[in-house]
Structure formats: C-alpha cells, structure tokens
C-alpha cells in the first residue's frame, strides 16, 4: 500500500482537531501550549505534503519560519509561565486573572 497526499493530509487534520480539542477543553496553561504546538506541527506537515506534492521549496521554506514562531512562542511563553507560577501558585488559566482590573 503507498503513502499518497491523502494520508499525510488526513494525518494533518487529526493532528491539527486535537490540538484544537486541547486548547477548547484544558484548563491547564502548560496543556495548553502544548495543543498549540502540535496545531503548528499539524500545518507544518501540510505545508511540507503540498510542497512535495508540487516540487517546489517554497512549503519548506515557510516551516523553518513557522518553526521559529514555534521556537519563540514557546520560550517566551513558558517563561511567562514560570512567572505566574510563581506568583500565584497555579497555572490554571480560570485562576489567573492578573491581566484583568
């Protein structure tokens, strides 16, 4: 059995409902960033299916740069993260209201 288009899409778009399952039903900052990760992985696998599919760099290209958003989000969420951590001893995002009045 081969491997076609269909498969790595199919794959993206499980990847991609899960991650957006995550970020709709966790309350957890940590899970949350998480389920975004995996919904970047999701369209990076796209980005690269199509680009193979149609012999032009251009799909690879742009999944180093959502790779270094990745990159970015990550580090300077989690540093976010630890912050609040340690200031209100939770990463619950129902607790966390610091950006509220």
Do not use: P
Not at 36 to 47: Q, R
Request: hydrophobic content about 60%.
């Amino acid at each position: 059995m081969e491997i076609t288009v269909n498969h790595y899409l199919i794959l993206s778009a499980l990847l991609f409902t899960i991650g957006v399952v995550g970020v709709l039903l966790r309350r957890n900052a940590i899970f949350i960033f998480m389920s975004i990760e995996l919904m970047l992985n999701a369209v990076n696998l796209t980005l690269v299916t199509f680009s193979r599919h149609l012999d032009q760099v251009r799909g690879e290209s742009m999944v180093f740069f959502v790779m270094a958003v990745a990159a970015a989000e990550a580090a300077i969420g989690l540093a976010i993260l630890v912050v609040i951590y340690r200031n209100k001893k939770t990463v619950d995002v129902d607790e966390i209201n610091t950006l509220r009045w």
